[in-house]
Nanobody, 120 residues
């Protein structure tokens, strides 16, 4: 199982950026997917998550600016980041809870991380 993230880069404050992550490989089902971020010198924190039924959860710091969505058929999750701020600068990690086999327990998987840099 792999989580392949893409879309990071450099963006000016107030601009927009979209992150995409796709789960690939052999597995039974993907459940909650999300994006975490880790700024320099800080702990990793949840930015946004979305359940299989599209129930969403956002960090207070990104509410109203970021939108998370998913495509269950393609096992992808997208984070649309609007009105970005310098404090959004971080490495963003894709996360997915998935069941490798129908009889196995749900396991936590992580993507490789993609850097988002917001210039002021």
């Amino acid at each position: 199982v792999q989580l392949q993230a893409s879309g990071g880069g450099l963006v000016q404050a107030g601009g927009s950026l979209s992150l995409s992550c796709a789960a690939s490989g052999s597995f039974f089902r993907v459940y909650t997917m999300g994006w975490y971020r880790q700024a320099p010198g800080k702990q990793r924190e949840l930015a946004a998550s979305i359940t299989r039924d599209s129930n969403t959860n956002y960090a207070d710091s990104v509410k109203g600016r970021f939108t998370i969505s998913r495509d269950n058929a393609k096992n992808t999750v997208i984070l649309q980041m609007n009105g970005v701020k310098p404090e959004d600068t971080a490495v963003y990690y894709c996360n997915a809870d998935l069941r490798p086999y129908y009889y196995s327990s749900i396991t936590d998987y992580w993507g490789q991380g993609t850097l988002v840099t917001v210039s002021s």
